[in-house]
T-cell receptor, first 116, second 113 residues
Framework: GAVVSQHPSRVICKSGTSVKIECRSL??????MFWYRQFPKKSLMLMAT?????????EQGVEKDKFLINHASLTLSTLTVTSAHPEDSSFYIC????????????FGEGSWLTVV | DAKTTQPNSMESNEEEPVHLPCNHS???????IHWYRQLPSQGPEYVIH???SNVNNRMASLAIAEDRKSSTLILHRATLRDAAVYYC??????????????FGTGTRLTIIP
């Protein structure tokens, strides 16, 4: 079946640096990709929705200048956490979908970010 | 925006059926109902989805109310591996092709051996 892959699965970075997380759809073209963050034992929080070739749509309260999302191709989206701080430490998950709302949404394995 | 409401937690005995409810009273006619489940430190796993008719697959059944304002995910015979957080999601594609996902808070299902 379709697979969405995230990389890296775990990353540790120093406070003040930027870190990039990649999300790839391996065997299908994803017209839309979604980014979420999740704190321990909490629900997924949708951060933004990105359509290939256009700017991402951010959810209310999500800083677009801090969480840069790029969806340059139909198989790759990236999330860059800029000037990371310890409170940005979280589990980040992406998902990918084709254009029809009746199709399955495929989730990545998630990426653990720890900012020290 | 359409919202979904789920109980925070549920318990069930192993090998018994489980009915996980979801309310989505503001659902629109084009919203699909998706269910996913998540194990700790993993990405969500697809379970089932539907629009109006009840759906069955090898994992579960989805019962959708006639007015579509609620749905129920049915696990016919729960096993310990079914312990997870279950999310009810409405998926809508707007006129301009923009996507909107509306998450429930998720139901943490505990299976009692």
């Amino acid at each position: 079946g379709a697979v969405v892959s995230q990389h890296p699965s775990r990353v540790i970075c120093k406070s003040g640096t930027s870190v990039k997380i990649e999300c790839r759809s391996l065997d299908f073209q994803a017209t839309t990709m979604f980014w979420y963050r999740q704190f321990p034992k909490k629900s997924l929080m949708l951060m933004a929705t990105s359509n290939e070739g256009s700017k991402a749509t951010y959810e209310q309260g999500v800083e677009k200048d801090k969480f840069l999302i790029n969806h340059a191709s139909l198989t790759l989206s990236t999330l860059t956490v800029t000037s990371a701080h310890p409170e940005d430490s979280s589990f980040y998950i992406c998902s990918a979908a084709t254009g029809s709302s009746g199709n399955t949404i495929y989730f990545g394995e998630g990426s653990w970010l720890t900012v020290v | 925006d359409a919202k979904t409401t789920q109980p925070n937690s549920m318990e069930s005995n192993e090998e018994e059926p489980v009915h996980l409810p979801c309310n989505h009273s503001t659902i629109s006619g084009t919203d699909y109902i998706h269910w996913y489940r998540q194990l700790p430190s993993q990405g969500p796993e697809y379970v089932i989805h539907g629009l109006t008719s009840n759906v069955n697959n090898r994992m579960a059944s989805l019962a959708i109310a006639e007015d579509r304002k609620s749905s129920t995910l049915i696990l016919h015979r729960a096993t310990l591996r079914d312990a997870a957080v279950y999310y009810c999601i409405l998926r809508r594609i707007g006129y301009f092709g923009n996507e909107k996902l509306t998450f429930g808070t998720g139901t943490r299902l505990t299976i009692i051996p």
